[in-house]
Antibody, heavy 124, light 110 residues
């Protein structure tokens, strides 16, 4: 079945980097955009950015510009999100999700398949 | 402060209907497509509505979406206790060139 399997929880020190993986199965990986969304405890969903696995084009939310990098390895149908310069406020559950495409009248923004989430804790 | 504005909470009795609003601007909702998600604690968000009013397969027709101008709404009819969750709207912002979510609405089924 169609699924996204994310890497396990991580604990990092302030200033470090974390790289979360998201392995796709059950569909053609390069046919769908991959988005990354996070949720800090008690907060709402926050969109971080997207990547087109075919072209490797990316777009990042302003809040993460300069700190986030989204990449992929098509040979293993896996997307990656690396966040650097971690601070305590980055403690959150990070989700990858499939979906969205550019149509004639703009971007169809939706995510129809989600990973189960990766908890990243930033603590000294 | 979210780009899209949702009420923090709504409530209704089982069997009733509830409406969740999502207000934006001409650079987001007014110009592109809206999606809606249900999020239960400890689980991944679930897509309920995409392209303003389309339901993915498996989503019951109790859930419906609409858009008018710079606002969108999610209607949930025939409320069930299992519908208690947080609900988020999302869309693309053409000025930010970014995806944006509303702040979320907590639904309580009394």
């Amino acid at each position: 079945q169609v699924q996204l399997v994310q890497s396990g929880a991580a604990v990092k020190k302030p200033g470090a980097s974390v790289k979360v993986s998201c392995k796709a199965s059950g569909y053609i990986f390069t046919n769908y955009d991959v988005h990354w969304v996070r949720q800090a405890t008690g907060q709402g969903l926050e969109w971080m950015g997207w990547m087109n696995p075919n072209s490797e084009n990316t777009g990042y939310a302003q809040n993460f510009q300069g700190r986030v990098t989204m990449t992929r390895d098509t040979s293993i149908s896996t997307a990656y999100m690396e966040l650097s310069g971690l601070r305590s406020e980055d403690t959150a559950v990070y989700y990858c999700a499939r979906g969205g495409f550019w149509g004639g009248s703009g971007y169809h923004f939706y995510m129809d398949v989600w990973g189960k989430g990766t908890t990243v804790t930033v603590s000294s | 402060q979210s780009v899209l504005t949702q009420p923090p909470s709504v409530s209704a009795a089982p069997g009733q209907k509830v409406t969740i609003s999502c207000s934006g601007s001409s650079s987001n909702i007014g110009n592109t497509y809206v999606s809606w998600y249900q999020h239960l604690p400890g689980t991944a968000p679930k897509l309920l509505i995409y392209d303003n009013n389309k339901r993915p397969s498996g989503i019951p027709d109790r859930f419906s979406g609409s858009k008018s101008g710079t606002s969108a709404t999610l209607d949930i009819a025939g409320l069930q206790t299992g519908d208690e969750a947080d609900y988020y709207c999302g869309t693309w912002d053409t000025s930010l060139i970014a995806g944006v979510f509303g702040g979320g609405t907590k639904l309580t089924v009394l």
